[in-house]
Structures are given as C-alpha cells and as structure tokens.
C-alpha cells in the first residue's frame, strides 16, 4: 500500500505477518535527481517485496536512493544492507551508529542480552526460546553498509524538503526523529506512536531508558508540528496531547509496578508477569516467549527508573524456583514522584511489539 501524506513524500507499508505491529511505515521522500528512503521494514522477503514494489510504481531506482535509519530495531534497518547501493548514502544518528559498529566488533549483544535476562528472573527455557525468536536474531540486515553519521540538530536534504535530526534517546539508546519546521511534520520513527505505546525496555546495564525516553518527548514537545508520521500504524496530528498520554501512561505503569513491589520483593520478570498487559492470553504462563521478553524488558525499565528516582532500591538474591541469584527489587518508600490522574483506556495496560 502506497499513499501520499505530504507533496513528494510516499508512504510504502511493509508487511510483518505474525506480529503485533502488523507493518513498518517507510517514507520516501522522492526527489528530481536523488531521494531517500526512511527506514526498510524487516530483512524477510514480503517487507523485500513491498518495498521493491513500491520504488518501482513510484518509479524510483535504488542506486538514486539514500536511506536515513531512525534506530537499529530489525523492522526500521533490516533490508538497508540488502537495499542500499555503492552509490548510496546511508545516514544514522552518530550514537545509534555506534551500537550498531560495537555490536559487530564485539558480537556480545547477544549473550550479554541473554545474561541480563537471566539476571532479571528469566527461566533459561524462556531466554533461549527468546532468543531463537527474536526478531533482532532472525531479520536483522547481513550486511551493514558505511554509515554516514549524523548528530542532533544537523540537517539532511530529502527532496523537496530540509529535515533537522532530532535525537530522542529512549526506545534505544540513539534513536532519530527527523522535523521539518517549514511545512510543520515529524518523522517521528518509534518515538511517538498514535495508537500503541513504544516499547521501552532496559537490555543494557546502567541506562535508564525511561528517564531518557521521557525527557525527549518533553524535547519534541517544543516542536511546531502540526503533521507526525509515525513508524507503525496511523498517520496522526495530535503530537503534544497523545506526548501527554504517553507520559501519563508510564506514570500510571510506574505506579502499578512500584505496587507489585512493595506486596514483596520481585525480579523484573515477576513484575511482568504480575503486570496488566494489552495481550490475548489466559495467564502469565500462556504468553508467548517473545512477548515475555518484551513485557519484562518494559518492566526493568520502570523499575530501573523507580530505582533512580529512591523508590526502590534492588540487590542479588537466590531465587528458589531457578536455583540461582537474580537481581530482585525491594520497595523504599510510598511516596509518589508524580500524581497520577484518570487518562486515556490504555494508561494502565502496556503495549507489547
């Protein structure tokens, strides 16, 4: 499906069957002599498809195509190896790009990933079934081409228009938003998502992904914009009310969290599963792997962030059921660090990609 938001600008949906997402909006924005091409969909051959076929009925060639990378999520970068040509720019926010170049020096995302969750409560059964299913694992790009690094407030061109990098650290470590002040529209990638909630997980040690994703939605609140275009789903106007409700919802899954700790001490996994979640299953125990890992990832995030704001605090204890030590949270204190007030259906149930 192809449609046309903004003069010269294209929406191609790539397909991701089988996941909650359903697709991954990719912009193309069609120039005279170059254009560029925002974000690919997943290193699988119907997103390969979907895009080919989009470049072709809108009459583009690959090797007069940039491509702009918001993040390094397998649905926004999987087929920019694949896609991109010798004559290609490919651009990346400067710390995305770094993750990205530390990944394959080191080869340890992975494993350390998997530490992390074991640390956090997984069963080894759940980390390796995980693993095995992660889209990251599966559909992530084979080749990675030179990257051209950009850092935030530096402008690209993209056909008609002038786009100003605008990075929003949060849903990961580097992510890239592009803005557009003259015509007023926001590319907004996974930072700001319409009709589900960004996932925000902390999979690295020492990052508070929360704290970071909270203060760049205040960050792109300041914009003047009057048009997002999202990475999945719908294309919306209402930036700063649905920033409002994303905030109040975190508040909200701050708050819910908090409670489940304080009832006793609880790994992030035992969070998760003790947490609401917008998923179809009759228990904790009929989640799909994948969507444990998704929901606990979120789990650590508000309880890493609870932790740094002094309301809990956490240390290694041995976890009967695993037969080893887990990093387990204790409550410290009831006090509130924001109020929380009724908001939108979604606030106290979580959004799992």
């Not at 950009?150 to 470590?173: K, S, W």
């Not at 387990?328 to 990609?353: H, M, N, Q, W």
Request: proline share 7%; hydrophobic share 35%; aromatic share 8%.
């Amino acid at each position: 499906m192809i449609d046309e938001p903004l003069p010269g600008v294209f929406r191609i949906e790539a397909p991701l069957p089988g996941n909650p997402l359903k697709s991954v909006n990719c912009y193309l924005f069609k120039g005279r002599q170059r254009h560029v091409l925002v974000d690919t969909g997943m290193n699988r051959p119907v997103c390969r498809e979907a895009i080919d076929a989009g470049l072709a009925e809108l009459g583009v060639e690959r090797g007069q195509t940039d491509f702009f990378v918001t993040h390094y999520h397998a649905d926004h970068m999987g087929l920019v190896g694949d896609l991109a040509t010798p004559d290609s720019t490919v651009y990346m926010g400067d710390r995305e790009a770094g993750i990205v170049y530390y990944v394959l020096r080191t080869g340890g995302y992975w494993p350390h990933m998997a530490e992390l969750a074991r640390l956090s409560g997984f069963p080894d059964k759940i980390v390796e079934e995980s693993l095995q299913r992660h889209p990251g694992v599966k559909y992530s790009t084979p080749v990675l081409p030179p990257l051209t690094t950009v850092r935030d407030g530096e402008e690209i061109e993209a056909g008609a228009y002038r786009l100003q990098c605008i990075e929003t650290p949060g849903h990961t470590h580097g992510h890239m938003c592009l803005y557009e002040p003259q015509h007023r529209f926001l590319v907004a990638g996974d930072h700001v998502l319409g009709d589900i909630t960004p996932n925000i997980s902390a999979w690295t040690e020492d990052y508070d992904p929360l704290d970071d994703y909270l203060a760049s939605l205040d960050k792109v609140s300041r914009l003047d914009v009057s048009l997002v275009l999202p990475g999945h789903r719908r294309i919306f106007t209402n930036l700063n009310p649905r920033i409002e409700e994303l905030k109040h919802h975190h508040r909200l899954r701050a708050e819910e969290a908090w409670q489940i700790v304080a009832e006793g001490p609880k790994t992030a996994y035992q969070i998760a599963a003790e947490m609401k979640w917008d998923i179809v299953a009759e228990s904790w125990e009929r989640f799909p792997a994948m969507q444990k890992w998704f929901a606990a990832g979120e789990a650590l995030a508000h309880a890493r962030y609870l932790e740094n704001g002094g309301r809990l605090r956490s240390e290694r204890r041995y976890v009967e059921g695993l037969g080893r030590e887990c990093l387990c949270y204790f409550a410290v204190t009831r006090k509130l660090l924001v109020p929380v007030t009724a908001g939108s259906p979604e606030d106290r149930r979580g959004s799992i990609p």
